[in-house]
């Protein structure tokens, strides 16, 4: 089997790329490529470099909440997806890349 990579990309949930979230740019430019998946999911708390603290519990609809994109594919095509998603994101994301183990993957 060939080995599989994790790529996660963190990023405020308001950062944007033109008209659309970041977060969803990276989905769509992930299944244009032909990746096996993409998730994104939502924090309830967290904070980054500027150590300002955003939680979901206020009634902020304004919040500006951590997300993280995740992608698992073969480590070429991660590999490769991962060099012009940090060109994309810059300083405004963490991205990281971890090997994976696919136990098992589901049927249609």
């Known amino acids: 089997m060939t080995p599989q990579l994790e790529l996660n990309v963190l990023v405020d ?8 979230p970041l977060y969803s740019e990276i989905v769509h430019r992930a299944h244009k490529q ?3 998946g993409a998730s994104v999911f939502r924090g309830i708390e967290g904070f980054g470099r500027s150590h300002h603290l ?3 519990r206020k009634l902020d609809l304004g919040a500006h909440l951590p997300v993280v994109v995740v992608i698992v594919d073969e ?3 991660i590999r490769e997806f991962a060099t012009e ?6 300083e405004i994301a963490v ?10 993957i ?3």
């Open 13 to 20: 949930e308001a950062a944007r790329h033109h008209h659309l």
């Open 34 to 36: 032909g990746l096996a």
């Open 54 to 56: 955003h939680e979901s």
């Open 75 to 77: 480590e070429p095509r």
């Open 85 to 90: 998603i940090r060109a994309l994101v810059g």
């Open 95 to 104: 991205v990281t890349v971890r090997p994976v183990e696919i136990v098992t």
């Open 106 to 108: 589901g049927r249609r």
